[in-house]
């Protein structure tokens, strides 16, 4: 088991772009189904009925579903994924508290310390001559060590950007809107971010001519 490596290294081993996505975005499925069939979950399992509201209920399967998520990623790459593995340590720490406290809170300031975390990370990671956004694309395409730096620029200020909306939704609205838009609001929103991105993407993608010469 270690960390992963440099994003160009011929070693690594790679998931599928799908099964990566199915990783990432499992977790948060089962985040939004237990929290919207939360109590007919409940009525079904009556052990489940001491952990509270829905979206206790929801918090607690997060917890479960990510921990799996990151174990078979670990048990089919024997690597660990690093952004991945931050929001995953994240999510149990505050999940635990917003159980432990029975305080929604917690789980709902969980996507704001995430993408400000990850903000930080990759601009810092840049100061420090290093384009962390590597580890987390390096499935769905390579790039020259210059097109990762300037994406990975453009994804921390994005990550801050996410963090803010965050901020804006939940204490805005009701918990269950929050829990929709978090899974089918900041999806499109990263889906239109990436898409903006393709150009830079292009400009310096490394062909397989590239990689073989």
């Known amino acids: 088991m270690e960390l992963e490596h440099d994003p160009n290294d011929p070693t690594r081993k790679e998931l599928s772009p799908l099964l990566k996505l199915a990783l990432e975005l499992g977790p948060l499925g089962v985040f939004f ?126 990550f801050f950007v996410l963090a803010a909306i965050n901020e804006i939704v939940w204490r805005s609205f009701s918990t269950d809107f929050w829990v929709s838009f978090k899974v089918f609001g900041i999806m499109p929103i990263t889906l239109v971010f990436t898409l903006t991105q393709l150009p830079l993407i292009q400009k310096y993608a490394i062909t397989d001519e590239a990689r073989d010469a």
Not at 106 to 129: Q, R
Request: a positive charge.
């Open 33 to 158: 189904l237990f929290n919207s069939r939360g109590e007919q979950i409940a009525e079904a399992f009556p052990v489940l009925q001491v952990i509270g509201a829905p979206i206790f209920l929801a918090t607690a399967a997060f917890m479960v579903a990510i921990t799996i998520s990151l174990t078979v990623s670990l048990w089919l790459t024997r690597r660990l994924p690093i952004m991945p593995l931050v929001s995953g340590v994240v999510v149990l720490v505050f999940g635990a508290l917003t159980l432990w406290l029975h305080d929604e809170l917690f789980i709902k300031l969980k996507p704001t310390i995430v993408n400000c975390l990850f903000g930080s990370v990759l601009l810092g990671g840049l100061f420090f001559g290093k384009a962390l956004l590597g580890y987390v694309f390096d499935s769905a395409f390579k790039l020259t060590d210059e097109g990762w730096r300037k994406l990975t620029f453009r994804w921390g200020i994005f």
